[in-house]
């Protein structure tokens, strides 16, 4: 379980932060790097270009809307794992990352997280969907770490599957 929490997490780290870290070592040794899995023809939401006016802004910038209540009662808290479901989008519509390419949820300590990512699933409740529009200082920032990877404001829809515990 370790391992699984642990390889979807550098999945998901990897391709938020636009990095492809060990692969060029990888590839200098001889090695092949594995292929990416492709991208589901996701379409980005009509609101994806900036936040709407019934979004929630926190004191630090980011907004959120409820897209489906939830139905559990307690949020995550620091030193929690998440399962959630999730696809990411730039403001130009660009789906860089998303959880259908993988077979199933995806879990993840809470604290390991971009900022954005940790404020905004300290809202929810389990079974809620909310879009999130990260500003890029609780994201990944202004420039992409590598060509074509994410990088300013970054919008999010986001399922909080369930809480299952403390991190691993």
């Known amino acids: 379980m370790r391992t ?20 060029e070592d ?5 090695a092949t790097a594995p292929a990416k899995p492709a ?10 270009s900036a936040p709407p006016a019934d979004a929630q802004k926190t004191p630090s910038g ?3 809307k409820v897209l489906q209540k939830g139905t559990g009662t307690t949020h995550p808290k620091a030193g929690d794992t998440v399962e959630v479901n999730y696809a990411g989008w730039m403001t130009s519509g660009k789906l860089f990352d998303t959880s259908q390419k ?18 905004g699933l300290k809202l929810m409740v389990a079974g809620e969907k909310r879009r999130m529009w990260i500003p890029a200082n609780l994201a990944y920032g202004d ?18 599957v ?7």
């Open 102 to 119: 993988r077979s199933g949820t995806a879990k993840f300590p809470l604290d390991l997280l971009i900022k954005g990512w940790q404020e």
């Open 143 to 160: 420039k992409p770490r590598r060509p074509g990877g994410p990088f300013g404001m970054l919008v999010f829809d986001v399922e909080l």
């Open 39 to 48: 991208l589901p023809d996701l379409p980005a939401p009509s609101d994806v």
């Open 162 to 168: 369930s809480i299952p515990g403390p991190q691993p």
């Open 62 to 64: 980011l907004y959120t």
């Open 4 to 23: 699984k929490v642990f390889s979807t997490l550098m999945v998901l780290g990897l391709a938020l932060a636009g990095g492809t870290a060990g692969a």
């Open 26 to 30: 990888k590839q200098a040794a001889g």
